[in-house]
């Protein structure tokens, strides 16, 4: 009895290894393919659930179902019109034909490296095929001026081709070296594009002394466009002061006038006030037109002497 228990035993657990070897579990993210002593049997497995295979003899390659990503490297690239650009690139693919993509390229790791040669390849070509303007714009557009003096500076030049259209041309040439390897490439695009160091330096001392020449353009507009306010401020300002003074003296003469006239109304009353009022003046004028330094020589009949000698 006990002996035949172990051998129950051992034929159970023969069987449940031969059980387990038997079947396979695919998901929804998995396909497969079945290989008999390295080559491929039967069609490729790509509905999800339970497969089954001859236990030992038979062994299971799954593959990604999925999009996958691939990465290109950062590449110095000359574009056609000679500048050489660095440019980093991105791609989606996925695997079409799991037994065309065993028997081709055997594993991811291959085809990545596969894909490097092909869209690195076509990046390339492509590059060399068109002007720089092309590949870092997609259309031609009016550019947004904000302020009037954007006007010379924002001139766009017109492109012929556009980065989208050099992106589709790039995924439909790769695709074509791809038909016989049971990948295709969903989606390409451009990740970032960059001078190298040495253009890039030149591309900004370009840039700069075209910004110093508009700066000194706006500044020269600037100097002369202040000299003209300038030289309106100063007429203006001697305009001001002319009429001004113009109407200062209008006043002064009226004033003077005035008094003079209150002076005669009030002095013409009688030859006494006359007198005082001759006499006034005389002074005044007397005292307007002597200091201590005046020497006079006066005639016998002159006002002053006459009042002077009164005085005496």
């Known amino acids: 009895m006990k002996k035949n228990r172990i051998g129950y035993l051992v034929i159970g657990a023969i069987l449940a290894v031969l059980l387990f070897n038997s079947y396979f579990i695919l998901d929804e993210t998995q396909q497969a393919i079945v290989t008999q002593f390295g080559k491929p049997v039967g069609e490729p497995r790509t509905s999800p659930g339970i497969n089954f295979k001859t236990p030992f003899l038979h062994k299971v ?153 508009i700066a000194d353009q706006f500044r020269s507009e600037g100097q002369g466009r202040a000299r003209v306010i300038e030289g309106n401020k100063e007429r203006d300002l001697a305009q001001i002061q002319s009429e001004a003074f113009k109407e200062a003296e209008e006043i002064k003469g009226r004033a003077d006038a005035e008094a003079t006239n209150i002076y005669a109304s009030a002095y013409n009353k009688n030859r006494q006030s006359i007198e005082l009022y001759k006499f006034l003046r005389t002074m005044e004028s007397f005292e307007k037109s002597m200091d201590e330094n005046t020497s006079l020589v006066l005639s016998t009949d002159s006002e002053f002497f006459r009042y002077l000698r009164r005085l005496n």
């Open 61 to 213: 390659q799954f593959f990604d179902k999925r999009y996958l990503e691939w990465d290109g490297d950062k590449n110095q690239v000359p574009t056609k019109d000679k500048k050489f650009i660095f440019v980093d690139t991105y791609a989606r693919w996925e695997i079409t034909n799991p037994l065309q993509f065993f028997i081709r390229l055997r594993d991811e790791r291959s085809a990545q490296s596969r894909l490097d040669d092909i869209l690195d390849g076509e990046t390339r070509n492509a590059i060399a095929s068109h002007d720089l303007l092309d590949l870092v714009r997609s259309s031609n557009r009016d550019p947004e001026i904000t302020e009037d003096f954007m006007e010379e500076i924002e001139i766009l030049e017109d492109i012929s081709v556009g980065r989208d259209k050099i992106e589709k041309i790039i995924l439909e040439k790769a695709n074509e070296r791809t038909t016989d390897l049971g990948v295709r490439i969903l989606d390409f695009r451009f990740k970032r594009m960059n001078y190298v160091d040495e253009v890039r330096d030149r591309v900004y001392d370009r840039m700069i002394s075209e910004r110093n020449r």
